[in-house]
């Protein structure tokens, strides 16, 4: 009787243990995350509270749409090599600038802190990731939906073909002579009828165009031609009509003369028909991961939820659609 | 003595052989019931204590639930409202969870009903600075991501002027230990480059009138600076290291007048401080403004409260997360 009472107890004892282990405080069926002497603070007031409130209907879309990527998109083992290759461009660039390795990983974790996105290094290795994961979600849409998107594109973003060429000058506002007269006889060059691609080719000092005839490809507003060259290259790149060429812009180590190659709208859909994970078509357009979402197949099982989402996907849509009208 | 006790240990181990060998002793064992209860408990104990190991073993998940889980959405994608809550709390839960019991102990010592008249006006003077930031008060609580501006002084106008009502009673009634805790002082300073020059300063400044005349003279006006109230809080940017170190002194001075020692600053420059408001009685109204203008008095206040009603986090986690936003929240 006695050894049945003991191990009664005991067992008890092993349940009451793993059971506190494992639930955490609850009080009248309802789990307890916080109390003060004032009163409890249920995890139905902390869900009610997070789940409402400044910015409530963006941050539920974003968690909904990052759950579906990663379903749908799951990271690979080649999507985290290409993150880290990215990282480690990124550390490069870095290490350029810094006498040691050892500062520059450290100037590059204060960057990715300051940012306010990134908290560590292997956040950002990991954010880069998802950023591939979200880029195989938007090509996948873009292939399936080539023309209205390229449509969509040619209209919004003013892609033309365009080339470069660059002239040294370790000071454009005070050149050296040689510098001067290599500028003048690619101005007289051009002038003469020669083809730009050929002048580029044989005068460029661009290393990353030089061969290719000078030709920077698809050109779009989205382009970061002002941080690769100089103030003022971008402007006058979407200002060119086809075939015209530009008068010299002065950069901080170089001079430059662009030429817009075409602005045909079947070339350059030829041009972009592969579309790859560095594609324009992914980047241009800052509200088609709303297109996007919804050509999934979505319940809701909760209708607070299902009004906030929706009326935020119809919300960014809508000012999708305004911005397509005032272009 | 030692040769008595190895002598004493020969006799003994003889004495075991012997009886070894003379004696057969019969060894069966037997299950009582006792030995079997005796065992079930030590196994259980085993399993209890392997599987508490197990559960808190690295566990990086919350213990807290929300009522009524089911999946909210489902399709290409299956999220329950428990991954989601876990989500939520993960992003902003610990903060979330310092507000709400703040706010809970905010409500009990500053109820509406009774603050009413100072809560209207705490809102209206924060909505009018919240209107000179965007041109109306709409534009501001969109900015901040409120529907309306309903919403937004629901949310966080009001709150945040309970929180200053609550700072202010927090100074109010600990006011003589608080003066003490930030050193606070009232100063007015005047930079010279020789210390024989600070000292001549130092011996003129007989009144605040004559100091006051030294700080707008034209020898003196660009390197006067009136500081007004000072604390440990003033950051050295604003406060010259070699002043803030005898803030203490400065705060502990019963009558104004000019502190007798040119101070030293690393720049080699010399400081002639003058110390007013010593009277702090006198001040208490404005003192307490000030110290409860001071963001940085914020969690010290918070800090106060919450551990005063036992502010207690259930779910280790959210008590980790809420420990790192300040370990002084929670008492243990």
């Known amino acids: 009787m006695k050894a049945k009472k003991i191990t009664a107890l005991a067992l008890s004892c092993t349940l009451l243990f793993t059971g506190c282990s494992a639930g955490g405080k609850t009080e009248n069926g309802k789990s307890v995350a916080a109390s003060t002497s004032v009163g409890n603070i249920y995890a139905d007031d902390l869900y009610k509270s997070l789940s409402s409130g400044a910015n409530s209907d963006s941050s539920l879309f974003s968690y909904v749409l990052d759950q579906l990527i990663d379903?749908?998109?799951?990271?690979?083992?080649?999507?985290?090599?290409?993150?880290?290759?990215?990282?480690?461009?990124?550390?490069?660039?870095?290490?350029?600038?810094?006498?040691?390795e050892k500062e520059a990983l450290s100037a590059l974790k204060s960057d990715l802190k300051s940012s306010g996105q990134y908290t560590s290094i292997s956040d950002y290795k990991k954010k880069l990731v998802y950023s591939i994961q979200y880029s195989q979600m938007i090509k996948k849409y873009v292939k399936a939906h080539f023309d209205s998107v390229y449509n969509d594109?040619?209209?919004?973003?003013?892609?033309?073909?365009?080339?470069?060429?660059?002239?040294?000058?370790?000071?454009?506002?005070?050149p050296t002579k040689s510098e001067k007269a290599k500028l003048k006889e690619v101005q007289a060059l051009l002038k003469e009828g020669q083809s730009f691609g050929s002048v580029a080719s044989k005068y460029s000092d661009d290393t990353s165009t030089k061969n290719a005839d000078g030709s920077l490809g698809v050109v779009d507003t989205t382009n970061s031609l002002d941080n690769t060259y100089a103030s003022g290259v971008s402007a006058?790149?979407?200002?060119?009509?086809?075939?015209?060429?530009?008068?010299?812009?002065?950069?901080?180590?170089?001079?430059?003369?662009?030429?817009?190659?075409?602005?045909?709208?079947?070339?350059?859909?030829?041009?972009?028909?592969?579309?790859?994970?560095?594609?324009?078509?992914?980047?241009y357009d800052n509200y088609i991961v709303y297109l996007v979402y919804n050509t999934y197949h979505i319940n809701y099982g909760d209708a607070t939820i299902k009004k906030k989402v929706q009326a935020y996907v119809k919300k960014q849509l809508a000012a999708r659609t305004k911005e397509r009208k005032d272009k | 003595m030692a040769e008595k006790k190895t002598t004493t240990n020969e006799d003994l181990s003889g004495f075991r052989q012997v009886h070894k060998v003379e004696v057969k002793k019969e060894h069966h064992f037997k299950m009582t019931k006792k030995i079997a209860a005796l065992i079930i408990v030590v196994v259980v104990l085993i399993a209890c204590c392997i599987t508490g190991y197990v559960l808190t073993k690295d566990n990086d998940g919350y213990q807290v639930k929300v009522s009524n889980n089911k999946n909210i959405v489902s399709g290409d994608v299956t999220i329950s409202k428990q991954k989601y809550f876990e989500h939520l709390l993960s992003t902003s839960g610990a903060q979330k969870t310092v507000?709400?019991?703040?706010?809970?102990?905010?409500?009990?010592?500053?109820?509406?009903?009774?603050?009413?008249s100072q809560i209207d006006q705490l809102v209206k003077s924060?909505?009018?600075?919240?209107?000179s930031y965007m041109g109306s008060l709409k534009s501001y609580a969109s900015?901040?991501?409120?529907?309306?501006?309903k919403e937004f002084e629901q949310d966080s106008v009001i709150p945040d002027a309970k929180k200053d009502l609550l700072k202010q009673k927090f100074f109010t009634d600990h006011y003589k230990a608080q003066c003490k805790k930030y050193k606070v002082a009232y100063i007015k300073a005047i930079t010279v480059s020789k210390e024989s020059e600070a000292i001549k300063l130092i011996k003129k400044s007989t009144s605040e009138k004559a100091f006051n005349k030294f700080m707008k003279s034209k020898t003196y006006k660009s390197n006067a600076n009136d500081y007004a109230m000072v604390t440990t809080k003033t950051s050295t940017s604003t406060l010259n290291k070699a002043i803030k170190a005898k803030l203490s002194t400065f705060s502990n001075m019963t009558k104004d007048g000019v502190y007798g020692t040119a101070?030293?600053?690393?720049?080699?420059?010399?400081?002639?401080?003058?110390?007013?408001?010593?009277?702090?009685?006198?001040?208490?109204?404005?003192i307490v403004k000030a110290l409860a203008d001071l963001s940085d008095t914020d969690t010290d206040v918070e800090a106060y409260y919450l551990q005063k009603y036992n502010f207690t986090v259930y779910d280790k986690k959210l008590k980790k997360a809420i420990k790192k936003i300040n370990k002084n929240y929670i008492k243990d």
């Open chain 2, 126 to 131: 924060k909505e009018k600075t919240y209107k």
């Open chain 1, 153 to 174: 594109y040619y209209k919004m973003a003013t892609p033309r073909k365009v080339s470069i060429i660059s002239i040294s000058s370790t000071n454009p506002s005070s």
């Open chain 2, 143 to 149: 900015a901040m991501g409120y529907s309306s501006t």
């Open chain 1, 236 to 283: 006058k790149a979407l200002a060119l009509k086809s075939g015209q060429t530009s008068s010299v812009i002065t950069g901080t180590s170089a001079f430059y003369i662009l030429h817009c190659d075409t602005t045909s709208k079947s070339e350059i859909k030829k041009e972009l028909k592969n579309v790859t994970i560095d594609s324009p078509l992914l980047t």
């Open chain 1, 71 to 100: 379903e749908k998109f799951p990271a690979t083992s080649d999507m985290k090599e290409s993150a880290n290759e990215m990282y480690k461009n990124v550390l490069n660039s870095y290490k350029q600038q810094y006498s040691s």
């Open chain 2, 263 to 286: 101070i030293k600053q690393s720049s080699s420059k010399y400081v002639v401080v003058y110390v007013y408001n010593t009277d702090k009685d006198a001040n208490k109204t404005k």
């Open chain 2, 99 to 116: 507000d709400t019991a703040y706010n809970q102990i905010i409500n009990k010592l500053i109820p509406t009903s009774k603050y009413q």
